[in-house]
């Protein structure tokens, strides 16, 4: 569903955010949105005239036919769209679902990015219509939505290869990552995908085309990932 404006009554504007709910929006996400557009504009495939449109209140159809199409979700990111999940809820900084909770504006930047990687990439080649790795696609968009402003990036790479490796050792699937705010559920999937292209971008500088090149694939970069850690 590319156009889900449609379902919903109210419609208001921050900056390059099109918000749009069920009810009239009395700007309680605001501050989330400042934030998220914050982390977002350290991507390279930020655009200031690209155009976001937020749905609130659940997405409606258009939440239930995501969650079909697009598996299950605290948000979908998709075209210009970041849909939040219907069974989410915003409790202050965070965006609680069954138990878990995301930092909700890091959550907003990282659908956020998906939108600006189908606007670097073009629809026919993005997920899901292009089978893209997993760790690249999501990878990048827990690469944006996790930096620091308190720490040193190098450093937070460091210590959360250590954390995956003893994540893999105790078999944890679904873990919580530490951020500026606290902390933060992803599984060990994104996790690992997260690193990697951190080391990449961080490390070995590669921009995010190179990043998408099919010849860096999990097989080659993980290794290298990790002779790098083992050298600090």
């Known amino acids: 569903m590319l156009f ?5 009554a109210g419609k208001t504007a921050i900056k390059q955010v099109n918000i749009y709910s069920a009810s009239k929006y009395s700007g309680e996400y605001n501050l989330a949105i400042e934030q998220a557009l914050n982390l977002v504009k350290q991507s390279e495939l930020y655009d200031e005239d690209f155009k976001f449109n937020l749905f609130l209140d659940g997405g409606k159809s258009a939440g239930y036919l995501l969650k079909q199409t697009m598996g299950d979700a605290y948000a979908w990111g998709y075209y210009h769209n970041v849909v939040i999940n219907k069974d989410a809820v915003v409790d202050g900084d965070w965006l609680k679902l069954r138990n878990y909770q995301r930092h909700f504006a890091r959550t907003l930047a990282h659908e956020m990015i998906h939108c600006l990687e189908v606007n670097k990439l073009g629809w026919l080649h993005s997920k899901p219509l292009k089978q893209l790795p997993d760790w690249k696609w999501e990878g990048y968009a827990e690469y944006i939505a996790y930096k620091s402003a308190t720490k040193d990036e190098k450093i937070i790479l460091k210590d959360n290869i250590g954390f ?3 994540c893999i050792n105790e078999k944890k699937d679904w873990i919580e990552v530490s951020v500026d705010q ?16 951190k080391y990449l971008i961080d490390i070995k500088k590669f921009s995010f085309t190179e990043l998408m090149d099919n010849v860096h694939t999990e097989e080659t ?5 990790m ?4 050298m600090q």
């Open 4 to 8: 889900p404006q449609m379902l919903y």
């Open 221 to 225: 970069v993980l290794p290298k990932m």
């Open 227 to 230: 002779e790098w850690y083992k």
């Open 164 to 166: 995956m490796m003893h």
């Open 182 to 197: 606290g902390k933060t559920y992803t599984s060990l999937n994104y996790l690992k995908g997260w690193l990697m292209v």
